[in-house]
């Protein structure tokens, strides 16, 4: 049984920082490639970074330059490191396997940005 749990998500003024964490059970994490996304209300679900299972990255150009992906695959667990953080960063965050051809999604992790 698949399982991915994230953290980390919160309230934050704009221009600060927040680091999310998603842990992943029941795959075999160190071959897969996993990515971010996010859900803004009233909006679809969009990839917000992806790495690979060689470490290679690739970020949605409204991200880049201040959004980090990043793994480590003896705990299992993906991060995203998000700073300078803008109003428009405000959504529910989630983990996945990319691309998500399995739709195996967690509960998502709330960030909302403050002006």
């Known amino acids: 049984q698949v399982q991915l749990v994230e953290s980390g998500g919160g309230l934050v003024q704009a221009g600060g920082s927040l680091r999310l964490s998603c842990s992943a059970s029941g795959i075999i994490f160190s071959i897969n490639a996993m990515g971010w996304y996010r859900q803004a209300p009233g909006k679809q679900r969009e990839l917000v970074a992806r790495i690979t299972s060689g470490s290679s990255t690739n970020y949605a150009d409204s991200v880049k330059g201040r959004f980090t992906i990043s793994r480590d695959n003896a705990k299992k667990t993906v991060y995203l490191q998000m700073n300078s953080l803008k109003p428009e960063d405000t959504a529910v965050y989630y983990c996945?396997?990319?691309?998500?051809?399995?739709?195996?999604w967690g509960q998502g992790t709330q960030v909302t940005v403050q002006v």
């Open positions: 996945s396997l990319w691309p998500p051809t399995y739709n195996y």
